[in-house]
């Protein structure tokens, strides 16, 4: 019986009372965890926060992206205010950006429901639903600019359509409509599972217990389900906006930014104009601000939702 007290573990109380020996032990097992995430943070950090702070210092300098450079403080910041290309760019950006984050929610929120209903073949419909995300942006874009360059003027030809006989991609008024249906369409499938999850957490018993006291299917979905996954939505839209106001790829493969500037975002402007137009300073102080721009609507969006999730808890 002795042998076995000798043997048997501290009790708390025990532990309390040699504070020196648990923070010795505390001690052995800290260095196990750094030496976890030393090498991702050590790749974050090279990859990451030094072209980050890079970008930051530059944004402050004439660069052109090559050779010398000259301190000019906040003249390039104040120049992006007074300049109609980035005005454009970010009233394109955020109506792009809204329109295909409001799409995006309300057909996968659709979906989601369809797919969550006793149906046959529900198992392929979700992957069948979840493919355009699997698939490059780039070669969507790529496909859907040949078939819009081609498949549907012949087919408005046929069908007797002025508006769809023409290439829609080299209409200032429609363009930036094709890169939204693209997007619409590839972006869909990643909201629908996360729908699906959420739709996942209501309880069967919550619409039996609806259905016995007569409610239809739109008072279940406004006054049960929709408030149940309502954290699975501002999930949703805070993700969605965020994505959307950093479009490009899809502007890429479809229009390059054309016709004219009529369809360049902001990320694609950053692009041209540091990489291809000679105004790296210039465009590391807007790609700082869009930063921060974006930032402050996430972060706004994110409380206001989290607000009502309050409410109607």
Request: net charge neutral; aromatic share 14%.
């Amino acid at each position: 019986m002795s042998s076995i007290e000798k043997t048997s573990p501290e009790t708390p109380s025990e532990a309390s009372a040699h504070p020196a020996r648990a923070k010795r032990s505390r001690s052995r097992i800290a260095p196990v965890y750094l030496w976890m995430i030393a090498p991702a943070f050590v790749l974050f950090f090279v990859f990451h926060t030094i072209p980050v702070l890079q970008g930051v210092y530059y944004s402050f300098t004439d660069s052109a992206g090559y050779g010398s450079h000259e301190f000019v403080g906040l003249h390039n910041y104040i120049n992006l205010f007074r300049d109609s290309r980035v005005l454009d760019a970010y009233g394109f950006t955020f109506k792009f950006a809204i329109a295909a984050t409001v799409l995006v929610n309300a057909i996968a929120l659709a979906i989601a429901l369809g797919l969550n209903a006793k149906i046959k073949l529900q198992a392929t419909l979700r992957a069948v639903f979840f493919l355009p995300n699997v698939l490059a942006i780039l070669i969507v874009g790529y496909v859907f600019s040949f078939i819009f360059a081609n498949t549907v003027p012949w087919l408005g030809q046929r069908i007797g359509s002025e508006t769809l006989s023409e290439n829609l991609l080299t209409s200032p008024d429609h363009a930036w409509l094709v890169i939204l249906f693209v997007t619409v369409w590839q972006a869909v499938a990643f909201n629908v599972l996360i729908y699906l999850a959420g739709l996942q957490t209501v309880p069967a018993e919550v619409y039996e217990a609806a259905t016995v006291d007569g409610a239809g299917e739109w008072r279940k979905f406004t006054s049960l389900t929709f408030p149940l996954i309502l954290p699975f939505f501002t999930i949703n839209m805070v993700l969605s906006l965020k994505g959307f106001l950093q479009v490009f790829d899809q502007i890429i493969a479809l229009t390059n930014g054309g016709p004219g500037d009529a369809t360049t975002s902001v990320a694609m402007l950053i692009y041209k104009g540091g990489f291809q137009g000679g105004e790296f300073a210039y465009q590391s102080a807007n790609a700082v601000v869009y930063f921060v721009v974006i930032v402050i609507v996430s972060m706004t969006q994110l409380r206001f939702l989290q607000s009502r999730e309050s409410d109607i808890g």
